[in-house]
């Protein structure tokens, strides 16, 4: 058995969350269901998150993009040593690390173009898939070097890229962790409730595996529980069950561009973000907030069920295993049950041993370990990758350099 450790921060870039788990490689090659133990959550330091929010609204140059790299890296070895700390575990009891690093840019895969790509064009014309947009590219801060570097653990970082490479979405990447958990179980659904929501379907065949964002999570609400509510998110869903849903307004944002494009969709936060969450509120001004927050949840609901139904076979699935900080909004996931049939029921990943604040963590912990197994841990069936690849940059923890001696 392995001992792994997973970091994530994701769209709302409200902190980290480092986990430690346990897992085991099974006779297939691929990882087996990862066994969580423990984890810790830690708050950006001040000076970094407003520079990842600078990012976010391209205020910076490239000098300063390239200080961000190494510092948010240096940030995510600090939580490792931390959590190393909590658990009385060493740098050597650890296999690796996974860590995808702050996403700070995701452009869009244009998903009509990069399927019709031939073989020829893709061998003769590679680059101008990503100069014609036409293939998806983005900037994932946190360098995977200065990790492995610091904590003395082999750090796999930047799974993306090479989904990206091989003409997938690359977005969302749950599913790998879906597959090690559920693949010798009946089909299985997860939906995960960041900042952007994203909902996975397991199947033992992996080429019939789906997995898709829905659209805004967590994202509009966090944003009016901060600037209307000044709490940083509305904890249960409370706010949202004083209010009452506007028909109206939820009908101008369920046509939103994002829910036109075709499957598999991927989101990034400019989608629903700060500008587009404020224009709304402000063009229904005659709402109370609780009123707008109440109306923003059954959107991200809405949203959610509507991509599940309009994208998967509902009858084979009895229950949705909920993660992410949205499946602690109990208004949110009872809008999300009553939105779907009744055999389905809804729940947390805690049914599974996972708290659902550290299922993303586990899940490149696992991405992780995968790849320093040289496993294949992309789902082409999902995500559209032209091929299986092993995702992920591996940076050899200094422990293993070899030829030292003088």
Sequence with gaps: MALI???NS?????????????????????????????????DWPERLHRMIWDAFDNKLDLFALSKLNYAIGAF???????????????PEDITCIGV????????????????????????????????????????CFGDGCVVSAYTDITTVSQFRPADHALGGQGAPLMQYVDYCLFRNSEPTMTLNIGGISNVHKVYKNRDKMLAFDCGPGNIMIDYIAKKYFGVPYDKNGDIAARGKCDPAMLEELLKAPFLQRPYPRSAWRDDFDVTYSEAMRQKYAHLSDEDVMATYNVFSA???????????????TKVLYAS??????????????????????????????????????????????????????????????????VLGHICVAPRFAKGTEC
């Design 100 to 139: 995808d690093g702050q996403q700070v840019y995701l452009h869009q895969t244009d998903r009509e173009k990069a399927d019709a790509v031939t073989d020829e064009q893709y061998e003769n014309e590679f680059p101008d898939l990503f100069l014609d947009d036409i293939y998806a590219y983005g900037f």
């Design 324 to 389: 992410g900080g949205g499946a602690f909004n109990k208004t949110l996931l009872k809008n999300i049950q009553e939105r779907l049939p009744e055999h389905m029921r809804v729940c947390t990943s805690m049914e599974i041993g996972i708290p659902p604040q550290f299922k993303e963590a586990v899940k490149f912990a696992t991405l992780a370990y995968g790849a320093v197994n040289s496993c294949a841990n992309n789902i082409p069936g999902a995500c559209r990758a032209r091929k299986y690849g």
């Design 5 to 7: 450790i997973g970091l």
């Design 10 to 42: 994701g769209s709302s870039c409200d902190g980290v969350d480092c986990a430690l788990a346990r897992i085991e490689m099974m006779e297939d090659d691929q990882p087996g269901p990862p066994e969580f133990i423990d984890g810790i959550s830690l």
């Design 76 to 90: 995510f070895g600090v939580c490792v040593k931390k959590l190393l700390e909590k658990t009385g575990y060493k």
């Design 302 to 316: 809405e949203c959610i069920t509507r991509c599940i139904k309009d994208f998967t076979d509902l009858s084979d």
